[in-house]
């Protein structure tokens, strides 16, 4: 069990542009969640999914937003025609859901900067 | 949605000195969960704990989840303590994460 992993780390990117983020979850987790933090706020969620469905979206998922977890297992977040706004700490977080126990761990972040 | 309130917003104290962090949401809740935050973005768990008291060396804590209040006892502070502590609810869909305590520790 190596944890959770997110790639890249830090992402520079110029406004408009597009960019993807990559989030692999502890195995046999059947919860991925994403989350989006701002300086000074705590984590907001995104979106979760449970195995490959997605079950739960909030409305800051703009339609620039899109999030697959394909077979259940790694996660990708696109983030289309990037704005200074996006600018954020994206983080990826998963579980084992059994029962009503859902403890969450925590990827180390992506760090997002728009230009 | 629920709203969770941390409390202190900041906290600085002396190495060695005892600290209590509180957490209030404003619904029932299936979980809890508190979080240590280091200075590179890591969220570190520190305790999962829906009800009751659980304690892990010198950090313990509590939740009352009958009057929707958890607590977190910080004993004999370190300045490694240092760092923004939150407390997250699950309500069965997705986890309210407060806006956190940011604890200084200094020597």
């Known amino acids: 069990d190596t944890g959770v992993s997110q790639n890249p780390r830090h992402k520079i990117t110029k406004r408009g542009q597009n960019v993807t983020f990559r989030c692999d979850p502890i195995?046999?987790?059947?919860?991925l969640y994403w989350y989006r933090q701002t300086l000074g706020q705590g984590p907001e969620f995104l979106t979760y999914?449970?195995?490959?469905?997605?079950?739960?979206k909030s409305r800051l998922l703009s339609d620039r937003f899109s999030a697959e977890r394909p077979k259940g297992s790694f996660s990708t977040l696109e983030i289309q025609r990037t704005e200074q706004g996006d600018s954020a700490m994206y983080l990826c977080?998963?579980?084992?859901?059994?029962?009503?126990?859902?403890?969450?761990?925590f990827g180390p972040g992506t760090r997002l900067t728009v230009l | 949605g629920i709203q969770v309130e941390q409390s202190p917003p900041d906290l600085i104290l002396q190495e060695g000195a005892n600290s209590t962090l509180r957490c209030n949401f404003s619904?029932?809740?299936?979980?809890l969960q508190w979080f240590h935050q280091n200075p590179w973005g890591q969220l570190i768990n520190l305790f999962y704990?829906?009800?009751g008291t659980k304690q892990n060396g010198r950090l313990s804590a509590t939740t009352v989840a009958t009057e929707r209040y958890s607590l977190l006892y910080i004993s004999s502070s370190q300045t490694t303590d240092s760092g923004v502590y939150f407390c997250?609810?699950?309500?069965?869909?997705?986890?309210?994460f407060g806006t956190g305590t940011s604890l200084t520790v200094i020597p």
């Open positions: 977080a998963s579980s084992f859901r059994g029962g009503t126990y859902n403890e969450q761990f």
């Open positions: 619904d029932s809740v299936n979980n």
């Open positions: 704990i829906p009800s």
């Open positions: 997250a609810v699950d309500t069965g869909n997705q986890f309210y």
């Open positions: 195995s046999e987790h059947n919860r």
């Open positions: 999914f449970q195995n490959e469905a997605q079950l739960e």
